[in-house]
């Protein structure tokens, strides 16, 4: 069965680095897209980073432009997330994606908790 795994997250300061990881299997993971959504207390989930099954092409939310940094390893089955110049507002339980299927199904991890805070 599918399975996406995130690990790396935890307590920083602000300015401060995290990289999140995620670990997939059950499904042929050079096949799909991934992405990395996060979600704050109280908020709605919201898209972080996108990138291509090949690697190739990536997409941020504005918000994160110029700070994060998505990457996959398709030989190890893992797309990670560097994460630099952290903010407060970073602060939320980060979750790995995928989707497939007509009409497109949602596959998510458990998320990881990303706390920036002094």
């Known amino acids: 069965q599918v399975q996406l795994v995130e690990s790396g997250g935890g307590l920083v300061q602000p300015g401060g680095s995290l990289r999140l990881s995620c670990a997939a299997s059950?499904?042929?993971?050079?096949?799909?897209?991934m992405s990395w959504y996060r979600q704050a207390s109280g908020k709605e989930r919201e898209l972080v980073a996108t990138?291509?099954?090949?690697?190739?092409?990536?997409n941020y939310a504005d918000s994160v432009k110029g700070r994060f940094t998505i990457s996959r390893d398709n030989a190890e089955n893992t797309v990670n997330l560097q994460m630099n110049s952290l903010k407060p507002e970073d602060t939320a339980v980060y979750y790995c994606?995928?989707?497939?299927?007509?009409?497109?199904?949602?596959?998510w991890g458990q998320g990881t908790q990303v706390t920036v805070s002094s």
């Open positions: 059950g499904f042929t993971f050079s096949n799909y897209a």
């Open positions: 994606n995928f989707a497939r299927g007509v009409p497109k199904y949602d596959y």
């Open positions: 990138i291509s099954k090949g690697g190739g092409l990536t």
